[in-house]
T-cell receptor
Framework: NAGVTQTPKFQVLKTGQSMTLQCAQD?????MSWYRQDPGMGLRLIHY???????DQGEVPNGYNVSRSTTEDFPLRLLSAAPSQTSVYFC???????????FGPGTRLTVL | GQQLNQSPQSMFIQEGEDVSMNCTSS?????WLWYKQDPGEGPVLLIA?????ELTSNGRLTAQFGITRKDSFLNISASIPSDVGIYFC?????????????FGTGTKLQVIP
C-alpha cells in the first residue's frame, strides 16, 4: 500500500492564481481531511469528508473548496490564491472519523 | 476555533534525559492521541488513550489520559537523537453526531548529542 499520497510536494503561486492540491489513499478509508500547518498554530482543519459525495467545513474553510467523487481521492482547490494561504498542507485519512488518522507527506505552498 | 494548549512550545535537552510535555483544554475529550512529526514529513501516531486515567506505554514513551478528561501528558525516557521532531496532542469529542478532532499547537523537541 502506498498509504496517503500528496502532489505536488512544493508549489509557488502568484496572488490570484488557482490550483488543486491532490490527495489519494489506497486503504479504502471513508474519512479524509485537509489540514494546514502554520508556525505556532499546530494543525488546523480546513475541510473533511466522511465518505464519497459528502464534505463539510472545518475550522478554516474560507478560500478553499473540496469535492469527494471517489473514496480514494480528495482534492483541495484554491480558486484565487492569497499570501495568507502560504502554508504546509496535509491530507489525512482514517477508517472513520475519530480513529487514527494517517497523514500524507505534505505540500509546501508559497503564495507571492 | 478550539485549540489545545501544549507546553512547552519547544525544548532543548541532552541525549539521555527524560522529557515531559502536556496538553490542556477547557473542553472534555473522550479520546486523546499523541503524534510525532519528523522534519519534512507528516505526523505519525505514537499513542492512543481511550479512558480517563489510562496510562499507556510504547517503548520509551508513556502517555496518560487525565482524570478530568481535559488534559493529557506524554513522557519520553532516555531521549535519543532520533526523538527530534514536533509532538502533537489531539483530542476527540462528540460534536453534532460526529467525532471531531482538535490538534494541539505542538512541542518542538531538540536533542543535543
Amino acid at each position: 500500500n502506498a498509504g496517503v499520497t500528496q502532489t505536488p510536494k512544493f508549489q509557488v503561486l502568484k496572488t490570484g492564481q488557482s490550483m488543486t492540491l491532490q490527495c489519494a489513499q489506497d486503504m479504502n478509508h471513508e474519512y479524509m481531511s485537509w489540514y494546514r500547518q502554520d508556525p505556532g498554530m499546530g494543525l488546523r482543519l480546513i475541510h473533511y469528508s466522511v465518505g464519497a459525495g459528502i464534505t463539510d467545513q472545518g475550522e478554516v474553510p474560507n478560500g478553499y473548496n473540496v469535492s469527494r467523487s471517489t473514496t480514494e481521492d480528495f482534492p483541495l482547490r484554491l480558486l484565487s490564491a492569497a499570501p495568507s494561504q502560504t502554508s504546509v498542507y496535509f491530507c489525512a485519512s482514517s477508517y472513520s472519523m475519530g480513529l487514527e488518522q494517517f497523514f500524507g507527506p505534505g505540500t509546501r505552498l508559497t503564495v507571492l | 476555533g478550539q485549540q489545545l494548549n501544549q507546553s512547552p512550545q519547544s525544548m532543548f535537552i541532552q541525549e539521555g534525559e527524560d522529557v515531559s510535555m502536556n496538553c490542556t483544554s477547557s473542553s472534555i475529550f473522550n479520546t486523546w492521541l499523541w503524534y510525532k512529526q519528523d522534519p519534512g514529513e507528516g505526523p505519525v501516531l505514537l499513542i492512543a488513550l481511550y479512558k480517563a486515567g489510562e496510562l499507556t506505554s510504547n517503548g520509551r514513551l508513556t502517555a496518560q489520559f487525565g482524570i478530568t478528561r481535559k488534559d493529557s501528558f506524554l513522557n519520553i525516557s532516555a531521549s535519543i537523537p532520533s526523538d527530534v521532531g514536533i509532538y502533537f496532542c489531539a483530542g476527540l469529542r462528540n460534536s453534532g453526531g460526529y467525532q471531531k478532532v482538535t490538534f494541539g499547537t505542538g512541542t518542538k523537541l531538540q536533542v543535543i548529542p
